[in-house]
């Protein structure tokens, strides 16, 4: 079965531009959760959908917006970059449906502010 | 809003020697999990702790949740150099989002 794909893995952008990142969850998933990390801040949660609906969203300004689709699939976008955006961008899926359910991990969206 | 803590920050042991992480909540959890991420990787899940109380092994790995659920902690006996990381605890108070520890970064040298 395959895993959690994030593409693009790599990218530069700079300041004042927008970027949007994509996420496969792993099949029959329908929980996408997205953190930001950054060596000072650890892992910081952005938002989480199940079945195309943000259910919970953590404390990021509205720059940071997604999406999901009906396949599961997910998108973020970040508006109006700035430096401190710079991070490892991480997406997860779980099934949803219950609150312990196993957060399984891509490997990431490095993303990179100039 | 819910605060998880997590102690220490950095850990070197010597190969061998045990090691331990905390991770402190400021509210009453449903469940609390660890994940381990390797240099350059991406975090992977350990385990689930749900039960007040709970003690749960993985071979050299043990787990606990404290008996008012608002505590854990994963202990490492005589750790090899394969357990560097940076650990992470997950909290969650029941409503589908996780809020993560800082992370505990082990360093085991040979």
């Known amino acids: 079965k395959a895993g959690v794909t994030q593409t693009p893995r790599y990218l530069i952008k700079t300041r004042g531009q927008q970027v949007t990142l994509s996420c496969s969850p792993i099949?029959?998933?329908?929980?996408v959760s997205w953190y930001q990390q950054t060596p000072g801040q650890g892992l910081q949660f952005l938002f989480e959908?199940?079945?195309?609906?943000?259910?919970n969203k953590g404390n990021f300004p509205g720059r940071f917006s997604g999406r999901q689709f009906s396949n599961s699939r997910s998108e973020m976008n970040v508006s109006t970059l700035e430096l401190g955006d710079s991070a490892l961008y991480l997406c997860?899926?779980?099934?949803?449906?219950?609150?312990?359910?196993?957060?399984?991990f891509g490997e990431g969206s490095w993303l990179t502010v100039v | 809003g819910q605060q998880v803590m997590q102690i220490p920050q950095y850990q070197h042991v010597q190969e061998g020697e045990d090691f331990t992480t905390y991770c402190n909540s400021s509210?009453?959890?449903?469940?609390i999990q660890w994940y381990k991420q390797r240099p350059g990787g991406h975090p992977v899940f350990l385990i689930q702790?749900?039960?007040?109380?709970e003690v749960k092994k993985q071979k050299r790995l043990t787990f606990q949740f404290g008996e008012a659920k608002k505590n854990s902690s994963l202990h490492i006996t005589a750790t090899q150099t394969t357990d560097v990381g940076t650990y992470f605890c997950?909290?969650?108070?029941?409503?589908?989002?996780?809020?993560f520890g800082t992370g505990t970064r082990l360093k085991v040298l040979a």
């Open positions: 997860a899926s779980s099934s949803g449906q219950t609150s312990g359910n196993t957060i399984y």
């Open positions: 099949s029959g998933h329908r929980s």
């Open positions: 509210t009453t959890l449903s469940n």
């Open positions: 702790l749900v039960k007040s109380g």
């Open positions: 959908y199940f079945s195309e609906t943000q259910r």
């Open positions: 997950a909290a969650s108070s029941g409503t589908y989002k996780y809020i």
